[in-house]
């Protein structure tokens, strides 16, 4: 089945310390990225990647950092610079570039920073 | 600037009664592309369609239906018919083909609830 993993589904820490959040999609997908959910919120772009060894910032980086070393995988760090870190995290791809196309979403994972 | 607005915070119907969300956006982009994505209670959105801003035609996929009207900068969509599992939080988005070409601009959602 294709599609797109996020682990864990829910996910504890406590301030001051990093945490990754995973992202694999199996899509042969081009593009990913990383967006930010608060209740009652729509979502937020952090980091988006076009492609291998690039990515760029959306428009709510500070505190966060992201990885593209294999098309597949685009994981998330969650650093302790980020103030308010908890949050719902959702990962998508989509095949084209740039997000004219649809854009396939995976689980999420619930981050609780206390 | 993208901006997408959905006035509707929380809608209820009772099932089987029919519901439109709406959706109003703003761009200054000529080529833009609209979106909805479903967002039911385990968290995941599933994308519902795509609408390009040269395709001014009304869409129905079943108990969907789209209306985009470029006067009005509004893409609304309704549920005919509605039943429980089309309880969820429903996301109107908009992606400019120039302008934050990368970037996905939400609304932040219409909460609907079918009650059986």
């Known amino acids: 089945d294709g599609g797109i993993t996020q682990s864990p589904k829910y996910l504890f820490r406590k301030e001051g310390q990093n945490v990754t959040l995973s992202c694999e999609q199996n899509l042969n997908h081009d593009a990913m990225y990383w967006y930010r959910q608060d209740p009652g919120q729509g979502l937020r772009l952090i980091y988006y990647s076009q492609i291998v060894n690039d990515f760029q910032k959306g428009d709510i980086a500070e505190g966060y950092s992201v990885s593209r070393e294999k098309k597949e995988s685009f994981p998330l760090t969650v650093t302790s610079a980020q103030k308010n870190p908890t949050a719902f995290y959702l990962c998508?791809?989509?095949?084209?570039?740039?997000?004219?196309?649809?854009?396939?979403f995976g689980p999420g994972t619930r981050l609780t920073v206390t | 600037a993208q901006k997408v607005t959905q006035a509707q915070t929380e809608i209820s119907v009772v099932e089987k009664e029919d519901v439109t969300l709406d959706c109003v956006y703003e761009?200054?982009?000529?080529?833009?592309?609209l979106f909805w994505y479903k967002q039911p209670p385990s968290g995941e959105l599933v994308f519902l369609i795509r609408r390009n801003s040269f395709d001014e035609q009304n869409e129905i996929s079943g108990r969907y239906s789209w209306n985009f009207q470029k006067s009005t900068s509004s893409f609304n969509f309704t549920i005919t018919a509605s039943q429980v599992v089309d309880s969820a939080v429903y996301f109107c988005?908009?992606?400019?083909?120039?302008?934050?070409?990368?970037?996905?601009?939400f609304g932040t959602g219409t909460r609907l609830t079918v009650i059986p």
């Open positions: 761009t200054r982009d000529t080529t833009y592309y």
């Open positions: 998508a791809s989509s095949m084209d570039r740039v997000p004219t196309y649809e854009q396939y």
């Open positions: 988005a908009l992606s400019g083909a120039v302008t934050g070409a990368n970037n996905l601009f």
